[in-house]
T-cell receptor, first 112, second 117 residues
């Protein structure tokens, strides 16, 4: 069966360090992968999209890599700030029409 | 929240009663989605729509029905609510008017917290 795995344990890092979150998947051949941020009590907010033929995407302090051989995406936040504390979701698309399949998310806590 | 509203925002109801949740968008996006989010399960797709009167089932559609009679409105109905349907429900939209498949960003509403006693 299709599976999307994100670290279930919260990631705690110190302000200024680089946070790296992992998204692994099995039994999928996604055409693209997206990362979202979700704050408590709110809906997810889109951050980045990377397509299967792209290795890396950057946006300001964010960087996403996509390795279709390893079936893995890495999401990096450089120079992390306490305001980056949130839950980060990865989502795969392209297999079933228009819908996305989401991972369960990883909680990130950045401490001063 | 990209011009998406959900109503009600909170609802408490009893087992066996019908419940309708409404999603309204002002963005003229073609695609609309209903998800539920539960601890330990993440976001799961219930139903989605790819146009007026065009809908399809998602991963967890049992016990739910949807309707879309206008571009801007997507209704989710629980015909007879059960305690297992206690959850936070999110509506999302994607695909600007005239574009093709919904491969782009999904924009989410603020969510509806539903409790079934």
């Amino acid at each position: 069966s299709q599976k999307i795995e994100q670290n279930s344990e919260a990631l705690n890092i110190q302000e200024g360090k680089t946070a790296t979150l992992t998204c692994n998947y099995t039994n999928y051949s996604p055409a693209y992968l997206q990362w979202y941020r979700q704050d408590p009590g709110r809906g997810p907010v889109f951050l980045l999209l990377i397509r299967e033929n792209e290795k890396e995407k950057r946006k300001e302090r964010l960087k996403v890599t996509f390795d279709t051989t390893l079936k893995q995406s890495l999401f990096h936040i450089t120079a992390s700030q306490p305001a980056d504390s949130a839950t980060y979701l990865c989502a795969l698309g392209g297999n079933s029409g228009y819908a996305l399949n989401f991972g369960k998310g990883t909680s990130l806590l950045v401490t001063p | 929240d990209a011009g998406i509203t959900q109503s009600p925002r909170h609802k408490v109801t009893e087992t066996g009663t019908p419940v309708t949740l409404r999603c309204h968008q002002t963005e003229n996006h073609r695609y609309m989605y209903w998800y539920r989010q539960d601890p330990g399960h993440g976001l799961r797709l219930i139903h989605y729509s790819y146009g007026v009167k065009d809908t399809d089932k998602g991963e967890v559609s049992d016990g739910y029905s949807v309707s879309r009679s206008k571009t801007e409105d997507f209704l989710l109905t629980l015909e007879s609510a059960t305690s297992s349907q206690t959850s936070v429900y999110f509506c999302a939209i994607s695909g600007s008017s005239g574009r093709g498949a919904g491969t782009d960003t999904q924009y989410f509403g603020p969510g509806t917290r539903l409790t079934v006693l």
